[in-house]
């Protein structure tokens, strides 16, 4: 059982940074292939950022390319989803969310169905 423990958000005026982080415990982190998701009242779930057990394959929502970067850290059992050039459409509750059995395929990084585990959230609000 994997447990995640998301930290870093807060309020940010637009066109500024923010970086949240997501920590791991309970399973080798190197193993483990994580994601940031967002909520925004009123609205689904929705993909923003994934990366690969390796490392190697990241994958972005359209919405956030070129703005957003997702990167990890397995010596500090830690992925991170730096955030630039924020808009108030970015406002929302931000999870990290695990995927236990990953296929490998960029596409099945996107898929909210195939994560196994969830963080508590952290808000993030964009004021304009």
């Known amino acids: 059982q994997v447990q995640l423990v998301e930290s870093g958000g807060g309020l940010v005026q637009a066109g500024g940074s923010l970086r949240l982080s997501c920590e791991a415990s309970g399973r080798a982190f190197s193993s483990l292939t994580l994601a940031w998701f967002r909520q925004a009242p009123g609205k689904e779930r929705e993909f923003v950022a994934g990366?690969?057990?390796?490392?190697?394959?990241?994958d972005y929502a359209d919405s956030v390319k070129g703005r957003f970067t997702i990167t990890r850290d397995n010596a500090k059992k830690t992925v991170y989803l730096q955030m630039n050039t924020l808009k108030p459409d970015d406002t929302a509750v931000y999870y990290c969310a695990v995927q236990l059995n990953w296929s490998g395929r960029g596409r099945d990084l996107q898929k909210i169905g195939l994560y196994d585990a969830w963080g508590q959230g952290t808000q993030v609000t964009v004021s304009s």
């Open positions: 990366v690969g057990w390796s490392g190697a394959l990241t």
